[in-house]
């Protein structure tokens, strides 16, 4: 039983899912588990993938299904393909370096251990608040996986050099790429979470990068000692080979979503600049 209870749970939005909750549905209703009225709920969602069939069920007066925990694979398959349409709705430049390089995730067989990060754990709600305001559907597939994501540091950069707020004050979540969940040759996806109020110095990398901020507003700059423009959440950023780049975050702690669409075993470097002490000190939105 518990296979087609599984799968009767299978993330809303991941392609088919419609049919193969329909197909389970069917399971269960041989084995008197639904009634027909909540067989005919399934039957009439398994052609959209979209479709809520919990939210059917209660428009139409009947019990809820029992919910089992999902699997840590099919959350992250969900978060994949939620953050794949939200990226492809994207215009920017780069953006077809982007596409093609989703286009090339492909699931892993067994999904990489979780690991946890004391920055996640602070900041990962606060921003998820803000990112619900933005895009809601996508807010709540990054909380739902990224408790089976593995956050970590970027730990390429000299200490003293980066900064100890930046240092201590930010993680990542590859979400494809390397050993990510999704393997994707030379192509990473993943979140970004940096605390409020933290200068991510400038700095630039090999690897052309896109930000997708879903959070703001946000300082940035595209050259060293230049003054900072301030860009709303979901305004995306894309950052040509060895564009120079810093971020001020804001009050709000920043979350991004990321590529590197190229060279992405290249190290990042900081850029000098002369005015880092009065940016770590201004404050933003
Ligand atoms: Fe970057």
């Given at each position: 039983m518990d296979d087609p209870f599984r799968l009767l749970h299978m993330p809303l939005g991941v392609p088919g899912s419609g049919r193969v909750r329909y197909g389970a549905a069917m399971q269960l209703y041989q084995l008197g588990v639904?009634?027909?009225?909540?067989?005919?709920?399934?039957?009439?969602?398994?052609?959209?993938?979209?479709?809520?069939?919990?939210?059917?069920?209660?428009?139409?007066?009947?019990?809820?299904?029992?919910?089992?925990?999902?699997?840590?694979?099919?959350?992250?398959?969900?978060?994949?393909?939620?953050?794949?349409?939200?990226l492809?709705?994207?215009?920017?430049?780069g953006q077809e370096e982007v596409r093609d390089g989703l286009r090339r995730c492909s699931p892993r067989e067994r999904v990489p251990e979780a690991r946890p990060h004391p920055v996640a754990e602070r900041w990962l709600g606060p921003a998820l608040e803000q990112a619900a305001l933005l895009q809601p559907c996508l807010a709540a597939a990054i909380a739902a996986a990224a408790p089976h994501l593995a956050w970590i540091s970027y730990d390429a950069y000299p200490r003293k050099a980066i900064g100890d707020s930046f240092a201590e004050g930010h993680a990542f979540a590859p979400i494809a790429g390397g050993e990510a969940p999704f393997a994707?040759?030379?192509?990473?996806?993943?979140?970004?979470?940096?605390?409020?109020?933290?200068?991510?110095?400038?700095?630039?990398?090999?690897?052309?990068?896109?930000?997708?901020?879903?959070?703001?507003?946000?300082?940035?700059?595209?050259?060293?000692?230049r003054p900072l423009i301030v860009k709303p959440a979901g305004e995306p950023v894309w950052n040509p080979s060895l564009q120079p780049h810093l971020t001020k975050v804001g009050r709000h702690p920043f979350l991004c979503l990321f590529a590197w669409t190229q060279d992405v075993t290249a190290i990042a470097e900081v850029i000098p600049a002369g005015d880092w002490p009065a940016l770590e000190a201004a404050v933003i939105g």
């Amino acid at each position: 039983m518990d296979d087609p209870f599984r799968l009767l749970h299978m993330p809303l939005g991941v392609p088919g899912s419609g049919r193969v909750r329909y197909g389970a549905a069917m399971q269960l209703y041989q084995l008197g588990v639904l009634s027909e009225a909540q067989l005919d709920v399934y039957r009439d969602a398994s052609p959209h993938d979209r479709r809520d069939p919990a939210a059917m069920l209660a428009d139409r007066r009947l019990q809820p299904v029992p919910v089992l925990p999902q699997a840590p694979a099919d959350l992250l398959r969900a978060l994949f393909v939620t953050a794949q349409d939200y990226l492809s709705g994207l215009v920017h430049p780069g953006q077809e370096e982007v596409r093609d390089g989703l286009r090339r995730c492909s699931p892993r067989e067994r999904v990489p251990e979780a690991r946890p990060h004391p920055v996640a754990e602070r900041w990962l709600g606060p921003a998820l608040e803000q990112a619900a305001l933005l895009q809601p559907c996508l807010a709540a597939a990054i909380a739902a996986a990224a408790p089976h994501l593995a956050w970590i540091s970027y730990d390429a950069y000299p200490r003293k050099a980066i900064g100890d707020s930046f240092a201590e004050g930010h993680a990542f979540a590859p979400i494809a790429g390397g050993e990510a969940p999704f393997a994707a040759g030379n192509f990473e996806l993943g979140l970004f979470l940096i605390a409020p109020g933290v200068l991510y110095r400038d700095h630039r990398h090999l690897a052309p990068e896109l930000y997708a901020p879903l959070t703001g507003p946000h300082g940035w700059r595209f050259a060293p000692d230049r003054p900072l423009i301030v860009k709303p959440a979901g305004e995306p950023v894309w950052n040509p080979s060895l564009q120079p780049h810093l971020t001020k975050v804001g009050r709000h702690p920043f979350l991004c979503l990321f590529a590197w669409t190229q060279d992405v075993t290249a190290i990042a470097e900081v850029i000098p600049a002369g005015d880092w002490p009065a940016l770590e000190a201004a404050v933003i939105g």
